[in-house]
């Protein structure tokens, strides 16, 4: 168990421990991984490399779990409206906050210079980041957890250099034997489902954004369709957001009064945004590829529903785009 105190009452209340729930789930991608399609490989540190790239959906299914510190449950479905892009993935977490942002939220910016020139760089998410990361986002939070083994999901296919593991495990304080690095690129199978599976991540980090009590987030589930992969990154990329931007579908379960449920639900679908409208692979180019030029309020589900708990009252608000969703998929002939 770790410990967080309540910003309200400064009490100490136990909490789950991300890794107490993460740690086995990697345990059991370590033992499938042959089956799986998983490459591992150490670095001259000891440090596990877990390539993932060449997996399918199910690599991708358990690597999101393993990304919400086995908070959430991720399952594979089907939406037969939904005529062209019926298959899709849905995210559910009784510990949203935690789940959602103290683990997947791929908030840990890692960048090192490599040997042969050039940048590393790459996103981190998962349960290292509860233990390691500088992000503002903790003191928010107020959660650290503690482990003497822990892992970090990487949104690259590039084999990280030694010094950057070292760094990673200093300040995660664990040793770099004990450090697992998970590979999920982009344009794979695997970075697809993971990419799709923060539906309800970008809820919530966008209801932080509007300043929402995180403490009154009960409940959340969240679907949005599977996307086409892209050899192309930007083209990978852009499906990815689109995913969520256009038909993502978030329910949120909330406490506290009815009118900050009503006021939520209000301003969290993806069209509040002046930006929305375009696929997000234009509105990503017409700022010269620079995430922060881009409008936060765009980062969110297309459709989403509030329940005030203490009323029973639920808000609904947004709408699935098909048409963008096609747009940005690239549609595809028919037989």
Same mark, same amino acid.
């Given at each position: 168990m770790s410990e967080v105190v309540s910003k309200s009452s400064r009490k100490t209340a136990a909490v789950p421990s991300i890794h107490a729930a993460a740690l086995p789930l990697l345990r059991h991608l370590l033992r499938d991984q042959q089956v799986l399609g998983l490459e591992e490989s150490f670095l001259e540190n000891g440090t596990r !490399? #877990?390539?993932?790239?060449?997996g399918g959906l199910e690599v991708g299914r358990r690597i999101t779990e393993l990304c919400m510190g086995g908070l959430g449950v991720v399952s594979l479905g089907c939406a037969a409206s939904r005529e062209h892009w019926p298959w899709e993935l849905c995210v559910h977490?009784?510990?949203?906050? #935690?789940a959602c942002l103290a683990s997947q939220y791929a908030g840990w910016g890692l960048e090192h210079p490599l040997p042969t020139g050039g940048k590393f760089n790459a996103l981190g998410s998962g349960p290292a980041r509860a233990l390691g990361s500088k992000e503002k986002l903790f003191g928010d939070l107020l959660y650290r957890d503690r482990a003497s083994e822990t892992c970090m999901v990487l949104e690259s296919d590039q084999r990280p250099p030694v010094a950057l593991a070292e760094k990673i495990a200093s300040r995660c304080a664990v040793a770099p034997e004990c450090l697992t690095l998970v590979l999920a690129p982009t344009c794979? #199978? !695997?970075g697809m489902v993971q990419v799709v599976g923060r539906v309800l991540e970008v809820a919530l980090h966008k209801a932080h954004i509007l300043g929402f009590p995180l403490k009154d987030i009960v409940d959340g589930i969240g679907n949005a369709p599977l996307f086409p992969p892209s050899p192309d990154f930007l083209t990978a990329m852009g499906r990815g957001n689109d995913a969520i931007l256009c038909a993502g579908r978030v329910h949120l379960y909330v406490s506290g009064a009815e009118a900050e449920a009503h006021t939520l639900a209000e301003n969290l679908p993806s069209n509040t945004s002046a930006e929305y409208g375009r696929p997000f692979v234009e509105i990503f180019q017409a700022v010269n590829c620079d995430f922060y030029q881009v409008d936060p309020m765009l980062f969110s589900p297309a459709m989403?529903? !509030?329940t005030a708990l203490e009323s029973g009252r639920t808000f609904h608000a947004g709408a !699935?785009?098909?048409e963008l969703l096609e747009r940005s998929y690239g549609g595809g002939a028919s037989s």
């Open positions: !490399v #877990l390539k993932a790239g060449m977490s009784a510990r949203p906050v #935690l794979s #199978l !695997v989403v529903s !509030v !699935v785009n098909e």
